[in-house]
Protein backbone atom coordinates (compact mmCIF):
# COMPACT_ATOMS: atom_id res chain seq x y z
CA UNK A 1 0.00 0.00 0.00
CA UNK A 2 1.40 3.43 -0.59
CA UNK A 3 -1.33 6.21 -1.08
CA UNK A 4 -0.66 9.56 -2.70
CA UNK A 5 -3.05 12.78 -1.22
CA UNK A 6 -3.02 15.84 -4.03
CA UNK A 7 -2.92 19.14 -1.87
CA UNK A 8 -1.82 19.61 2.06
CA UNK A 9 -4.77 22.37 2.87
CA UNK A 10 -6.84 21.40 5.64
CA UNK A 11 -8.47 18.40 4.16
CA UNK A 12 -4.80 17.20 3.06
CA UNK A 13 -3.21 17.08 6.07
CA UNK A 14 -6.12 15.85 8.33
CA UNK A 15 -6.02 12.90 5.43
CA UNK A 16 -2.14 12.27 5.78
CA UNK A 17 -2.52 12.26 9.96
CA UNK A 18 -5.31 9.68 9.15
CA UNK A 19 -2.56 7.61 6.83
CA UNK A 20 -0.23 7.75 9.48
CA UNK A 21 -2.79 6.84 12.11
CA UNK A 22 -3.50 3.74 10.16
CA UNK A 23 -0.25 2.81 9.48
CA UNK A 24 -0.22 3.53 5.88
CA UNK A 25 2.27 4.91 3.64
CA UNK A 26 1.65 7.81 1.88
CA UNK A 27 2.93 10.86 -0.13
CA UNK A 28 1.63 14.44 0.30
CA UNK A 29 1.56 16.15 -2.70
CA UNK A 30 1.59 20.32 -2.48
CA UNK A 31 2.48 22.84 -5.25
CA UNK A 32 3.13 25.96 -2.47
CA UNK A 33 5.62 25.82 0.14
CA UNK A 34 3.51 25.46 3.58
CA UNK A 35 0.32 23.91 4.92
CA UNK A 36 -2.71 25.48 4.62
CA UNK A 37 -3.71 25.74 1.27
CA UNK A 38 -6.05 28.81 0.75
CA UNK A 39 -4.80 30.07 4.26
CA UNK A 40 -1.24 31.08 3.34
CA UNK A 41 -1.09 34.15 2.71
CA UNK A 42 0.64 35.20 -0.52
CA UNK A 43 0.47 38.90 -2.76
CA UNK A 44 1.14 37.03 -5.82
CA UNK A 45 -2.51 37.34 -8.00
CA UNK A 46 -3.29 33.84 -9.43
CA UNK A 47 -2.55 32.00 -6.28
CA UNK A 48 -5.75 31.03 -4.19
CA UNK A 49 -5.19 33.00 -0.62
CA UNK A 50 -7.19 34.51 2.09
CA UNK A 51 -7.04 38.12 1.50
CA UNK A 52 -5.03 40.30 4.32
CA UNK A 53 -7.77 41.10 6.80
CA UNK A 54 -9.83 38.08 6.46
CA UNK A 55 -11.36 36.12 9.73
CA UNK A 56 -12.71 32.70 9.56
CA UNK A 57 -17.15 32.83 9.19
CA UNK A 58 -17.14 29.74 10.86
CA UNK A 59 -16.59 30.06 14.99
CA UNK A 60 -13.21 28.16 16.46
CA UNK A 61 -15.43 25.77 18.23
CA UNK A 62 -16.95 24.13 15.26
CA UNK A 63 -13.89 24.80 12.61
CA UNK A 64 -11.34 22.87 15.12
CA UNK A 65 -10.55 19.43 14.15
CA UNK A 66 -12.18 17.10 17.04
CA UNK A 67 -8.92 15.74 18.03
CA UNK A 68 -6.88 19.27 18.25
CA UNK A 69 -8.71 21.88 19.98
CA UNK A 70 -8.00 25.76 18.76
CA UNK A 71 -5.83 27.28 21.60
CA UNK A 72 -8.10 28.98 23.73
CA UNK A 73 -6.68 32.28 23.60
CA UNK A 74 -7.50 32.28 20.21
CA UNK A 75 -10.79 34.83 19.14
CA UNK A 76 -14.34 33.64 18.32
CA UNK A 77 -13.20 33.88 14.93
CA UNK A 78 -9.49 34.00 14.21
CA UNK A 79 -8.02 35.69 11.70
CA UNK A 80 -5.79 33.67 8.55
CA UNK A 81 -2.82 34.29 10.22
CA UNK A 82 -3.53 32.03 13.43
CA UNK A 83 -5.41 29.74 11.20
CA UNK A 84 -2.28 28.95 9.04
CA UNK A 85 -0.76 28.94 12.11
CA UNK A 86 -2.90 26.42 13.32
CA UNK A 87 -2.32 24.55 10.47
CA UNK A 88 1.40 24.23 11.11
CA UNK A 89 0.88 22.93 14.72
CA UNK A 90 -1.37 20.37 13.87
CA UNK A 91 0.70 18.94 10.71
CA UNK A 92 3.55 19.25 13.18
CA UNK A 93 1.80 17.62 16.45
CA UNK A 94 0.82 14.53 14.44
CA UNK A 95 3.81 14.22 12.45
CA UNK A 96 2.67 14.86 8.48
CA UNK A 97 5.61 16.78 7.75
CA UNK A 98 8.14 14.57 6.76
CA UNK A 99 6.03 13.36 4.16
CA UNK A 100 4.97 16.26 2.58
CA UNK A 101 6.82 17.26 -0.83
CA UNK A 102 6.54 20.69 -0.97
CA UNK A 103 6.87 22.52 -4.33
CA UNK A 104 5.38 19.44 -6.43
CA UNK A 105 2.62 19.60 -8.50
CA UNK A 106 0.34 16.88 -10.23
CA UNK A 107 0.31 17.16 -13.19
CA UNK A 108 -1.41 14.18 -14.23
CA UNK A 109 -3.21 11.13 -12.21
CA UNK A 110 -3.65 8.12 -14.43
CA UNK A 111 -6.11 5.05 -13.57
CA UNK A 112 -4.42 1.53 -13.96
CA UNK A 113 -5.48 -1.52 -14.84
CA UNK A 114 -4.63 -3.00 -11.44
CA UNK A 115 -6.59 -0.51 -10.23
CA UNK A 116 -3.60 1.57 -8.90
CA UNK A 117 -2.68 5.32 -10.14
CA UNK A 118 0.50 6.30 -11.98
CA UNK A 119 1.39 10.35 -11.08
CA UNK A 120 3.12 12.53 -13.35
CA UNK A 121 4.41 15.12 -10.83
CA UNK A 122 6.43 18.63 -11.73
CA UNK A 123 8.88 19.43 -8.63
CA UNK A 124 11.96 21.86 -8.59
CA UNK A 125 14.27 18.56 -9.97
CA UNK A 126 11.92 18.56 -13.19
CA UNK A 127 8.89 16.08 -14.13
CA UNK A 128 8.89 12.55 -12.78
CA UNK A 129 6.23 9.90 -12.73
CA UNK A 130 5.38 7.32 -9.70
CA UNK A 131 2.83 4.52 -8.71
CA UNK A 132 0.72 4.23 -6.08
CA UNK A 133 -2.56 1.83 -4.78
CA UNK A 134 -5.01 4.55 -3.79
CA UNK A 135 -5.22 8.27 -4.56
CA UNK A 136 -6.57 10.70 -2.33
CA UNK A 137 -7.93 14.07 -3.65
CA UNK A 138 -7.74 17.01 -1.32
CA UNK A 139 -6.78 19.97 -4.30
CA UNK A 140 -10.17 22.22 -2.78
CA UNK A 141 -12.69 23.62 -4.51
CA UNK A 142 -12.17 27.34 -3.90
CA UNK A 143 -8.90 28.40 -6.18
CA UNK A 144 -10.51 28.23 -9.85
CA UNK A 145 -12.37 31.14 -10.29
CA UNK A 146 -15.82 31.54 -11.77
CA UNK A 147 -16.45 34.42 -14.11
CA UNK A 148 -19.55 36.07 -15.25
CA UNK A 149 -20.69 36.05 -18.63
CA UNK A 150 -21.55 39.80 -18.98
CA UNK A 151 -21.49 41.21 -22.82
CA UNK A 152 -19.33 44.00 -23.86
CA UNK A 153 -15.27 45.22 -22.43
CA UNK A 154 -14.79 46.65 -19.27
CA UNK A 155 -12.05 49.63 -19.83
CA UNK A 156 -10.79 49.68 -16.39
CA UNK A 157 -9.69 47.34 -13.83
CA UNK A 158 -11.08 44.07 -14.15
CA UNK A 159 -10.33 40.94 -11.43
CA UNK A 160 -12.20 37.98 -9.57
CA UNK A 161 -12.14 38.07 -6.01
CA UNK A 162 -9.76 35.26 -6.25
CA UNK A 163 -6.71 37.84 -6.89
CA UNK A 164 -8.19 40.33 -4.01
CA UNK A 165 -5.77 40.89 -1.44
CA UNK A 166 -5.92 44.15 0.35
CA UNK A 167 -7.40 47.35 -0.05
CA UNK A 168 -4.45 49.09 -0.55
CA UNK A 169 -3.72 52.67 -1.84
CA UNK A 170 -4.50 52.09 -5.55
CA UNK A 171 -8.14 51.61 -4.68
CA UNK A 172 -8.15 54.82 -2.90
CA UNK A 173 -10.56 57.29 -4.46
CA UNK A 174 -11.27 54.59 -7.28
CA UNK A 175 -15.02 53.67 -8.27
CA UNK A 176 -16.01 50.27 -7.34
CA UNK A 177 -17.94 47.74 -8.17
CA UNK A 178 -18.14 44.61 -6.36
CA UNK A 179 -20.52 41.75 -8.41
CA UNK A 180 -22.49 39.18 -5.91
CA UNK A 181 -23.45 39.19 -2.69
CA UNK A 182 -21.64 36.02 -1.25
CA UNK A 183 -19.48 35.75 1.72
CA UNK A 184 -16.47 36.85 -0.77
CA UNK A 185 -18.57 39.86 -1.82
CA UNK A 186 -19.50 40.95 1.50
CA UNK A 187 -15.91 41.00 2.71
CA UNK A 188 -14.43 43.07 -0.26
CA UNK A 189 -17.46 45.48 -0.10
CA UNK A 190 -16.60 45.86 3.40
CA UNK A 191 -12.85 46.07 2.98
CA UNK A 192 -12.71 48.60 -0.08
CA UNK A 193 -15.64 50.78 1.68
CA UNK A 194 -12.85 51.74 4.19
CA UNK A 195 -10.56 53.34 1.29
CA UNK A 196 -12.70 53.82 -2.07
CA UNK A 197 -14.33 56.91 -3.12
CA UNK A 198 -18.02 54.73 -3.33
CA UNK A 199 -18.69 51.04 -3.61
CA UNK A 200 -21.60 49.55 -5.04
CA UNK A 201 -22.78 45.91 -4.58
CA UNK A 202 -24.38 44.37 -7.78
CA UNK A 203 -26.80 41.70 -6.57
CA UNK A 204 -28.87 39.20 -8.90
CA UNK A 205 -30.78 37.39 -6.91
CA UNK A 206 -32.09 37.61 -2.86
CA UNK A 207 -29.72 36.32 -0.35
CA UNK A 208 -29.94 36.25 3.37
CA UNK A 209 -27.34 37.85 5.22
CA UNK A 210 -26.53 36.43 8.62
CA UNK A 211 -24.37 38.03 11.35
CA UNK A 212 -21.48 36.46 13.16
CA UNK A 213 -22.87 36.88 16.46
CA UNK A 214 -26.53 36.18 17.66
CA UNK A 215 -27.56 36.34 21.69
CA UNK A 216 -24.23 37.18 22.36
CA UNK A 217 -22.62 34.25 21.01
CA UNK A 218 -21.32 32.69 17.66
CA UNK A 219 -24.34 32.09 15.49
CA UNK A 220 -22.85 28.44 13.99
CA UNK A 221 -22.91 27.73 18.00
CA UNK A 222 -26.51 29.02 18.65
CA UNK A 223 -27.46 26.72 15.39
CA UNK A 224 -25.96 23.69 17.15
CA UNK A 225 -27.87 24.13 20.14
CA UNK A 226 -31.19 24.18 18.52
CA UNK A 227 -30.68 21.05 16.63
CA UNK A 228 -33.51 19.35 18.91
CA UNK A 229 -35.87 21.70 17.02
CA UNK A 230 -37.39 20.38 13.41
CA UNK A 231 -35.42 21.94 10.35
CA UNK A 232 -38.39 23.65 8.99
CA UNK A 233 -39.26 24.58 12.19
CA UNK A 234 -35.50 26.01 12.32
CA UNK A 235 -36.04 27.43 9.16
CA UNK A 236 -38.70 29.77 9.49
CA UNK A 237 -37.58 30.50 13.45
CA UNK A 238 -34.49 31.98 11.58
CA UNK A 239 -36.08 33.63 8.96
CA UNK A 240 -38.58 35.83 11.41
CA UNK A 241 -35.26 36.53 13.76
CA UNK A 242 -33.37 37.97 10.69
CA UNK A 243 -36.61 39.77 9.43
CA UNK A 244 -37.37 41.64 12.76
CA UNK A 245 -33.78 42.17 13.45
CA UNK A 246 -32.92 43.82 10.60
CA UNK A 247 -36.57 44.93 8.55
CA UNK A 248 -37.25 44.70 4.99
CA UNK A 249 -34.13 44.07 2.65
CA UNK A 250 -36.11 46.31 -0.02
CA UNK A 251 -35.57 49.25 2.14
CA UNK A 252 -32.28 49.03 1.81
CA UNK A 253 -32.18 48.61 -2.41
CA UNK A 254 -31.51 45.02 -2.06
CA UNK A 255 -33.61 42.18 -3.40
CA UNK A 256 -36.16 40.54 -0.87
CA UNK A 257 -36.02 37.36 -0.13
CA UNK A 258 -39.41 35.16 -0.41
CA UNK A 259 -37.93 32.09 0.73
CA UNK A 260 -36.44 31.18 4.32
CA UNK A 261 -33.39 31.47 5.43
CA UNK A 262 -31.19 28.46 4.36
CA UNK A 263 -32.87 28.00 0.78
CA UNK A 264 -29.98 29.69 -0.70
CA UNK A 265 -26.25 29.28 0.96
CA UNK A 266 -26.56 32.23 3.70
CA UNK A 267 -23.87 35.34 3.90
CA UNK A 268 -21.90 35.31 7.16
CA UNK A 269 -21.25 39.06 7.48
CA UNK A 270 -21.74 41.60 10.38
CA UNK A 271 -21.32 44.61 9.21
CA UNK A 272 -22.00 44.93 5.36
CA UNK A 273 -25.73 45.45 6.03
CA UNK A 274 -24.33 48.42 8.25
CA UNK A 275 -22.71 50.11 5.59
CA UNK A 276 -25.83 49.97 3.58
CA UNK A 277 -27.70 51.58 6.23
CA UNK A 278 -24.56 54.16 6.23
CA UNK A 279 -24.65 54.59 2.28
CA UNK A 280 -20.85 53.33 2.54
CA UNK A 281 -21.94 50.46 0.18
CA UNK A 282 -24.86 51.04 -2.22
CA UNK A 283 -27.04 48.19 -3.80
CA UNK A 284 -27.43 47.66 -7.44
CA UNK A 285 -29.42 45.37 -9.44
CA UNK A 286 -27.56 42.60 -11.54
CA UNK A 287 -25.10 43.79 -14.53
CA UNK A 288 -26.20 43.18 -17.56
CA UNK A 289 -23.61 44.68 -20.17
CA UNK A 290 -20.29 46.89 -19.76
CA UNK A 291 -19.12 49.28 -22.13
CA UNK A 292 -15.79 50.61 -21.48
CA UNK A 293 -15.83 52.39 -17.48
CA UNK A 294 -19.49 52.61 -17.63
CA UNK A 295 -21.92 49.54 -16.40
CA UNK A 296 -25.47 48.79 -17.47
CA UNK A 297 -27.94 47.24 -14.71
CA UNK A 298 -30.92 45.40 -15.18
CA UNK A 299 -33.30 48.31 -14.20
CA UNK A 300 -32.41 50.39 -16.73
CA UNK A 301 -29.58 52.51 -14.70
CA UNK A 302 -25.82 53.19 -15.20
CA UNK A 303 -22.86 54.19 -13.65
CA UNK A 304 -19.32 54.51 -14.40
CA UNK A 305 -16.68 52.50 -12.30
CA UNK A 306 -12.93 52.36 -12.45
CA UNK A 307 -13.13 48.81 -10.95
CA UNK A 308 -15.33 45.89 -10.93
CA UNK A 309 -14.72 42.81 -8.84
CA UNK A 310 -16.39 39.52 -9.83
CA UNK A 311 -16.95 37.98 -6.41
CA UNK A 312 -18.78 34.83 -8.09
CA UNK A 313 -17.70 32.03 -7.17
CA UNK A 314 -15.24 28.56 -8.38
CA UNK A 315 -15.17 25.89 -10.41
CA UNK A 316 -14.93 22.41 -9.16
CA UNK A 317 -12.10 21.74 -10.79
CA UNK A 318 -9.46 18.31 -11.40
CA UNK A 319 -7.05 19.01 -13.67
CA UNK A 320 -5.01 16.37 -12.92
CA UNK A 321 -7.57 14.28 -14.20
CA UNK A 322 -8.10 12.66 -17.59
CA UNK A 323 -10.83 14.62 -19.76
CA UNK A 324 -14.51 13.83 -19.11
CA UNK A 325 -14.13 11.81 -15.84
CA UNK A 326 -15.77 13.09 -13.15
CA UNK A 327 -16.52 16.95 -14.60
CA UNK A 328 -18.17 18.76 -11.80
CA UNK A 329 -17.62 22.40 -13.41
CA UNK A 330 -21.22 23.01 -14.08
CA UNK A 331 -23.12 20.09 -12.02
CA UNK A 332 -25.64 20.77 -9.68
CA UNK A 333 -25.06 17.66 -7.84
CA UNK A 334 -22.19 15.36 -6.99
CA UNK A 335 -22.58 11.49 -7.84
CA UNK A 336 -20.30 10.30 -5.00
CA UNK A 337 -21.22 8.55 -1.88
CA UNK A 338 -20.93 10.57 1.11
CA UNK A 339 -19.34 13.46 -1.27
CA UNK A 340 -16.34 10.94 -1.26
CA UNK A 341 -16.50 7.72 -2.70
CA UNK A 342 -16.87 6.87 -6.54
CA UNK A 343 -18.86 4.17 -7.41
CA UNK A 344 -16.44 2.89 -10.29
CA UNK A 345 -13.49 3.35 -8.88
CA UNK A 346 -12.60 1.58 -5.25
CA UNK A 347 -8.90 3.42 -5.10
CA UNK A 348 -10.60 7.11 -5.27
CA UNK A 349 -11.11 9.01 -2.49
CA UNK A 350 -12.25 13.04 -2.12
CA UNK A 351 -11.67 14.52 0.96
CA UNK A 352 -13.05 17.73 1.83
CA UNK A 353 -15.05 18.17 -1.26
CA UNK A 354 -18.19 19.34 0.32
CA UNK A 355 -19.45 22.51 1.67
CA UNK A 356 -21.02 22.43 4.73
CA UNK A 357 -23.14 25.36 6.64
CA UNK A 358 -20.74 25.14 8.69
CA UNK A 359 -16.64 24.13 8.41
CA UNK A 360 -15.27 21.69 6.22
CA UNK A 361 -12.35 20.77 8.36
CA UNK A 362 -13.32 18.81 11.14
CA UNK A 363 -16.06 16.52 9.10
CA UNK A 364 -12.68 16.28 6.64
CA UNK A 365 -11.58 14.64 9.34
CA UNK A 366 -14.12 11.91 9.28
CA UNK A 367 -13.82 11.34 5.71
CA UNK A 368 -10.51 10.49 6.16
CA UNK A 369 -10.67 8.24 8.65
CA UNK A 370 -13.22 6.64 6.59
CA UNK A 371 -11.21 5.96 3.94
CA UNK A 372 -8.18 4.80 5.72
CA UNK A 373 -10.83 2.34 7.38
CA UNK A 374 -11.92 1.11 3.77
CA UNK A 375 -8.03 0.75 2.73
CA UNK A 376 -7.53 -1.39 5.57
CA UNK A 377 -9.96 -3.81 5.23
CA UNK A 378 -11.82 -2.58 7.93
CA UNK A 379 -14.44 -0.62 6.26
CA UNK A 380 -16.92 -2.21 3.46
CA UNK A 381 -18.78 0.27 1.39
CA UNK A 382 -22.26 -0.46 0.43
CA UNK A 383 -22.84 -2.94 -1.95
CA UNK A 384 -25.75 -0.67 -3.46
CA UNK A 385 -23.28 2.06 -3.82
CA UNK A 386 -25.56 3.92 -6.48
CA UNK A 387 -28.79 3.45 -5.24
CA UNK A 388 -26.77 5.20 -1.93
CA UNK A 389 -25.91 8.25 -4.34
CA UNK A 390 -29.03 8.70 -5.73
CA UNK A 391 -30.88 8.57 -2.93
CA UNK A 392 -28.45 10.99 -1.86
CA UNK A 393 -28.76 13.47 -4.78
CA UNK A 394 -32.68 13.21 -4.70
CA UNK A 395 -32.66 13.60 -1.14
CA UNK A 396 -30.44 16.77 -0.21
CA UNK A 397 -30.30 18.00 3.47
CA UNK A 398 -31.46 21.45 2.21
CA UNK A 399 -34.11 22.06 -0.52
CA UNK A 400 -31.78 24.68 -1.78
CA UNK A 401 -31.74 26.04 -5.53
CA UNK A 402 -30.46 23.50 -8.01
CA UNK A 403 -26.91 25.78 -9.00
CA UNK A 404 -23.52 24.90 -9.28
CA UNK A 405 -22.81 26.68 -5.81
CA UNK A 406 -24.94 24.35 -4.27
CA UNK A 407 -23.85 21.37 -5.98
CA UNK A 408 -21.67 20.47 -2.57
CA UNK A 409 -23.93 21.58 0.21
CA UNK A 410 -23.89 19.90 3.45
CA UNK A 411 -25.40 20.38 6.86
CA UNK A 412 -22.71 20.02 9.38
CA UNK A 413 -24.37 18.27 12.20
CA UNK A 414 -26.58 15.52 9.64
CA UNK A 415 -23.16 15.26 7.62
CA UNK A 416 -21.05 14.49 10.59
CA UNK A 417 -23.75 12.01 11.97
CA UNK A 418 -23.71 10.25 8.57
CA UNK A 419 -20.11 10.07 8.67
CA UNK A 420 -19.90 8.46 11.91
CA UNK A 421 -22.39 6.46 11.40
CA UNK A 422 -20.75 5.01 8.51
CA UNK A 423 -17.29 4.97 10.63
CA UNK A 424 -19.62 2.69 13.27
CA UNK A 425 -19.71 0.06 11.13
CA UNK A 426 -15.93 0.02 10.75
CA UNK A 427 -14.10 -3.94 12.15
Same mark, same amino acid.
Given at each position: ????????????? @???????????? %??????????????????????????????????????? %????????????????????????????????????????????????????? @??????????????????????????????????????????????????????????????????????????????????????????????? %???????????????????????????????????????????????????????????????????????????????????????? @??????????????????????????????? @??????????????????????????????????????????????? %?????????????????????????????????????????????????
Amino acid at each position: MHVAIIGAGPSGI @TAAKNCRQAGIP %YTLFERSDKVGGNWVFNDATGHSSVYENTHIISSKTLSS %YEDFPMPASYPDYPSHRQVQAYFEDYARHFGVLPEVRFGHTVQRAQREGDGGW @TLTVRGPDGERTERFTHLMVANGHHWNPRWPDIPGHFAGRYLHSHDFKRADDSWRGQRVLVIGAGNSAADVAVETSRVAQRVHLAVRSPQWFVPK %YLFGLPADVIAARQRWVPQGLRQRGLTLLLRTLQGPYAKLGLPENTRPVLSQHPTLNSDLLDLVRHGRVVARPAVVRFDGHTVHFADG @THDDYDIVVAATGFKITFPFFEPGFLDLEEA @TTVPLYRKMLHPDVPTLYFIGLFQPLGCIWPLADHQAKLACAEITGR %YRRPADLRARIAHEVAHPHYAMDRAPRHSTEVDYHRFRDELLGELATAG
